[in-house]
C-alpha cells in the first residue's frame, strides 16, 4: 500500500507521471546523468550552422537527449519539431514532413504568415490541406537548393529558434539519401539559414551512417552517447521512490541500477513493476521488500517486448538443455566486450551458486559458438580485437541480466563493484536468497552527504 496514493488511479498517473519505460524522456529535469552531453550541445549551438548528431545503442537513451536538448533549445513561440526517419524516407520527403510540421505548428497557432513557400508550394498555406501538405511539398524538391528554399521558409515561419530532433536517421536506407544530407547541411551554413537539427541514430560508429566523407562531419558536433552511469541509474529509481513517498532499499537500487547494464529502459522498467508491487500489497506500507522485488523481475520479463526476448529463447532451444548458465556468462560483468576466458570464470562462479558441476572449457567454448548462430539467436557476435566477444544487440544483455536475477542468480563480476568485497567468493544458492553488494564506493544515496573531496 502506498499511503499518499491509495486509490489506483491517482497512483497509475503519478506513477506514469514519474516513470517512463517505452517512450523518451522530454525534460533535462527528468534526464539523469546527461549534463555534460546537454552542456556540449548548448555550447556547439553557439556556433552558427552547426547540428548534432547523438549516436550509440539502442536503448541507450538518443532520443531523450535529443528531446531534452530540442526542448532546451527552441525558443519559447513554438514547439520544436519533430520528425521521424523510415525505410522509404528521402530527403525530400523529410524536409517535406519538417515543412508540414513547421507550418502546421503556425497555422494552429493562428500566426499569419506572410511567406509562402514559393510559386509551386503556396498550394499548402490552405489550413485545409496542411494535413496532406508533405506530399505535395516533398514532389516539389527536386534539387538540394529547393530543399533548402523550403526549410528557409519553414523555419521563417515557425518560430524564432527553430530545433529540429531528426530521430532514427539509420533507418534511413539509402546511403546516397544520407549523404544528399550533410551537402544539405553545408549549404544551410552558407546561406545561413537558422535552423538547428539535432539527429540520433543507432550506430557503434558514425562512418556506418555518414561515410568517411571528411566534409560530413565539418558541420556536426558528434556525441556517442555511452550507456548510463551508475548514478544516474541510482539517481533514476530514487526520483520515482521520492515521488510516490516509498522507500526503497539501497540495496534493491543497486540491484536495479546493476541488472539494467547501463540501459534506461530497465531501470524504469523495474522501477514501475516494484512501485506496483508495493501498491499492491495491503499489510506492508510505503516500502519494497524482497517479495515485491524479486515480483516485480518477474513482471518485467513478461513485458519485455517478444522481439527483444527471442534470442535468448532461440537460445534456449537447444538441444543441449545446459546453455542458460552460459548465456548468464556472456552477461557478467559491466564491459560489453569480454574474452572467453572471462567468460568462463563467470560461468564456474555461476555454476558454484547453482552447486552444479560446470562444463568444461572446451565444451563451453562450443557453447559459445552456438550462441553466434543466427538459428540459436545470433546472440553473440566478434568483437574487432581477436578472442573478444561482445552483443550483437547491446540492449539484450540487460534482457540477459535480468534473466539471471529471476532465477536466483548473482552475477559474479557485479560483486566487485564494493571495493571492500572483491576478494570474497560468490555466494552459493543454498546459503544466500540475495546478498547485494553494499554501496559502490563513491555512489550516494537520499540522506547520505557528497563525500568530501579530500576522502
Ligand atoms: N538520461 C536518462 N534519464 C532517465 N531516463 C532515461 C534517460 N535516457 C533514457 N531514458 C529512458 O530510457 C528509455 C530509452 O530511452 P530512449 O531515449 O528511447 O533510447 P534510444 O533513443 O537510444 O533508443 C526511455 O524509456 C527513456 O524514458
Ligand atoms: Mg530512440
Request: aromatic content about 8%; glycine content about 6%; overall charge neutral.
Amino acid at each position: 500500500m502506498i499511503t499518499a496514493y491509495p486509490e489506483k488511479n491517482a497512483f497509475g498517473a503519478k506513477l506514469n507521471s514519474l516513470v517512463s519505460p517505452s517512450r523518451p524522456v522530454q525534460t533535462a529535469e527528468k534526464l539523469f546523468g546527461r549534463d555534460k552531453e546537454l552542456e556540449r550541445i548548448d555550447r556547439a549551438f553557439f556556433a552558427e550552422g552547426r547540428h548534432i548528431f547523438i549516436y550509440g545503442s539502442r536503448g541507450v537513451g538518443k532520443s531523450s537527449l535529443a528531446a531534452a536538448a530540442a526542448n532546451q533549445q527552441q525558443s519559447a513561440d513554438a514547439n520544436y519539431i519533430d520528425v521521424s526517419c523510415s525505410r522509404d524516407a528521402t530527403l525530400a520527403s523529410i524536409v517535406a514532413n519538417i515543412a508540414q510540421t513547421a507550418l502546421g505548428q503556425n497555422l494552429l497557432q493562428n500566426k499569419s504568415s506572410t511567406t509562402s513557400f514559393g510559386a509551386s508550394l503556396s498550394v499548402v498555406t490552405a489550413s485545409h490541406t496542411v494535413n496532406s501538405a508533405a506530399p505535395v511539398i516533398a514532389s516539389a524538391i527536386r534539387t538540394l537548393p529547393d530543399a533548402v528554399e523550403v526549410l528557409r521558409q519553414a523555419a521563417e515561419t515557425h518560430s524564432k529558434n527553430p530545433v529540429v530532433v531528426l530521430d532514427e536517421f539509420n533507418l534511413l536506407a539509402d546511403a546516397a539519401e544520407r549523404t544528399a544530407f550533410s551537402d544539405l547541411l553545408k549549404i544551410l551554413g552558407d546561406k545561413k539559414v537558422g535552423l538547428r537539427f539535432i539527429f540520433t541514430g543507432v550506430a557503434e560508429s558514425l562512418n556506418e551512417l555518414l561515410g568517411a566523407n571528411e566534409s560530413a562531419y565539418r558541420q556536426l558536433e558528434t556525441i556517442e552517447l555511452p550507456k548510463l552511469a551508475y548514478q544516474a541509474r541510482m539517481d533514476i529509481v530514487q526520483d520515482v521512490a521520492d515521488g510516490l513517498g516509498v522507500s526503497v532499499d539501497r540495496d534493491f537500487i543497486i540491484r536495479i541500477a546493476s541488472i539494467s547494464d547501463g540501459f534506461p529502459y530497465y531501470v524504469h522498467l523495474l522501477t514501475e513493476k516494484l512501485m506496483w508491487r508495493v501498491f499492491d500489497d495491503q499489510e506492508i506500507i510505503d516500502e519494497a521488500n524482497d517479495d515485491h522485488f524479486e515480483e516485480a523481475v518477474k513482471d518485467a520479463i513478461e513485458t519485455i517486448a517478444a522481439q527483444l526476448k527471442r534470442p535468448y529463447e532461440l537460445a534456449l532451444r537447444q538441444r543441449s538443455g545446459d546453455i542458460e548458465p552460459v548465456i548468464w556468462a556472456t552477461a557478467d560483468g559491466d564491459v560489453l566486450a569480454r574474452f572467453v576466458d572471462e567468460m568462463y570464470q563467470s560461468y564456474q562462479r555461476i555454476m558454484e551458486q547453482l552447486d552444479e558441476a560446470p562444463l568444461d572449457r572446451k565444451t563451453f567454448m562450443s557453447r559459445l559458438q552456438t550462441l553466434r548462430k543466427e538459428t540459436s539467436g545470433g546472440i553473440l557476435v566478434r568483437d574487432i580485437k581477436p578472442g573478444l566477444y561482445t552483443y550483437r544487440e547491446k540492449m539484450l544483455r540487460g534482457y540477459v541480466r535480468l534473466q539471471a536475477e529471476a532465477n536466483h542468480i548473482r552475477l559474479p563480476g557485479d560483486v566487485s563493484y564494493t571495493p571492500e568485497r572483491q576478494v570474497i567468493r560468490a555466494p552459493s544458492r543454498a546459503s544466500t536468497g540475495f546478498h547485494g553488494p553494499s554501496t559502490p564506493k563513491g555512489f550516494r544515496f537520499r540522506g547520505e552527504k557528497k563525500p568530501s573531496s579530500r576522502s
